[in-house]
């Protein structure tokens, strides 16, 4: 597979992975119309360079979501009733849906990444401790600080925003603003309990 076709199927998979997380509000807003717009465009530009009409393009990326999702299901990854809700989205043809929620699942698997480096956990360690937990219990169990978890939690991407900063790709003002956001996920995601 091209690193354009891993791109593709991988920003259509997120647009799955939004739909499963509804993200019937922001699809509303005008920056959600911008980025369905410019999704529709990068469609149309792959389709083209393969040779295929969008249709055709789209039926192919819904065919192997659909071998994605039976293979994660089978693995055990997802549960059949997850399995199930995936494939109802896929065949409802909505891949360029908005990607705000796609973003923050990358922003929560980074985040759940640094706390599991923090906790000294890999990632299947973490997700067994975790039930019936938060992440802010197993801190606590440890004697950490759980204001050092959040801190951890949100450092990986404040590095990440601070290079955007400095190479001119990100106005301060914005970066704030992200990083106000991500503080506050942090916080969440750090008292949030995860079910049995």
Known sequence: MTRLDRRALGALAGAVVLLAGGGAALAASSAARDQGARCDQRLARIAERRGVTVEQLKADIEARLLAR???????????????????????EGMLCAAGGHVRARIAVRGMLKAAAGFLGLDRQELRAQLTGHSLADLATTQHKSVADLRAA???????????????????????????ERLEKLAERLATRMFPS
């Open 69 to 91: 999702i039976e293979a994660a299901q089978e693995s055990g990854r997802i549960s059949p009733e997850r399995a199930a809700a995936l494939r109802e989205h896929v065949s």
């Open 153 to 179: 939690m949100v450092a990986p991407a404040k590095a990440h925003v601070a290079n955007a900063v400095a190479g001119g790709k990100l106005p301060q003002a914005r970066a704030d603003m992200i990083l």
